[in-house]
């Protein structure tokens, strides 16, 4: 893919490799533009992402790959934030930054894609939480704060799917999306999970295709094996499919480049 925009660092406490790692592999799978986007740090669940001590460190080393390889590959510098109201920190939303990525991981405190918590879905009415899910979604984009929506229907990750339409169930949140006018990632790292297919879902693309809301690409890679690794799966898929432009971003200005 020309551009990878959604992918992690050792500083969260649960990927591995390098920067250097991250990098050459995207070199050499002929990406253009890589983005690193490390999960913020914020008072909530801090087992799983950076401290804000750690910030500096993090920017200032994205900052150097930038200018180390900058004849190899562009180098984009972001944050992949959880989506908390009462526990975004303005250090993570006002950083100098290409752009961020908002995620919901959290419905009512629960962990919902965190493998130690899965037998909570026992307990859940399925198409409640979709709901809950996709509500937070509209919260988000209603928000202001964010240039990407991560995993869209992240939801869906341990094959508990609703009875509900998907559409149905979605649609109010990407017609709030086009509103704010921002972008949905096409996220490879569903097929590494239970769910096996990308985030969205054939339903949820085919909406953000008729509502004509701008993509970008994600590996979501926690480790440098894991970026593009799904990329020819994705590009069956887009072949279906009348995208041709993706977003990339600088100082959170969005351009469209063709793909």
């Not at 149905?168 to 239970?194: H, Q």
């Not at 085919?206 to 094996?225: K, V």
């Not at 799904?230 to 069956?236: A, F, H, I, R, V």
Request: proline content about 3%.
């Amino acid at each position: 893919m020309i551009a990878d925009l959604h992918n992690h660092t050792k500083l969260c406490n649960h990927a591995e490799g390098e920067l250097e790692e991250y990098i050459q592999s995207a070199i050499d799978k002929d990406i253009k533009y890589f983005g690193f986007s490390d999960h913020a740090p914020m008072e909530y669940d801090k087992k799983y992402r950076m401290n804000f001590e750690d910030m500096k460190i993090y920017e200032n080393s994205i900052k150097n790959m930038k200018t180390k390889f900058q004849d190899d590959i562009e180098i984009l510098l972001g944050y992949e934030v959880d989506f908390l109201p009462n526990y975004m920190d303005k250090k993570v939303l006002q950083a100098d930054v290409d752009y961020l990525i908002g995620s919901i991981h959290f419905l009512n405190g629960w962990g919902f894609d965190n493998p130690e918590f899965i037998g909570e879905y026992k307990n859940k009415d399925i198409d409640k939480i979709w709901e809950e899910y996709f509500e937070a979604i509209t919260q988000l984009a209603k928000s202001g704060l964010f240039d990407i929506v991560g995993h869209i229907d992240l939801i869906k990750v341990f094959k508990y799917l609703p009875k509900k339409e998907i559409k149905l169930i979605a649609k109010n949140a990407l017609k709030e999306i086009k509103k704010a006018d921002i972008v949905v990632e096409l996220n490879m790292s569903g097929y590494k999970k239970p769910i096996n297919e990308l985030y969205p879902s054939k339903d949820i693309l085919e909406l953000i295709e008729e509502y004509d809301i701008p993509i970008t690409f994600g590996s979501d890679a926690h480790s440098p094996q894991e970026i593009c690794k799904y990329e020819d799966k994705l590009k069956t898929i887009l072949s279906k499919y009348s995208f041709k432009k993706c977003a990339i971003f600088h100082n959170r200005d969005r351009k469209l480049i063709n793909f």
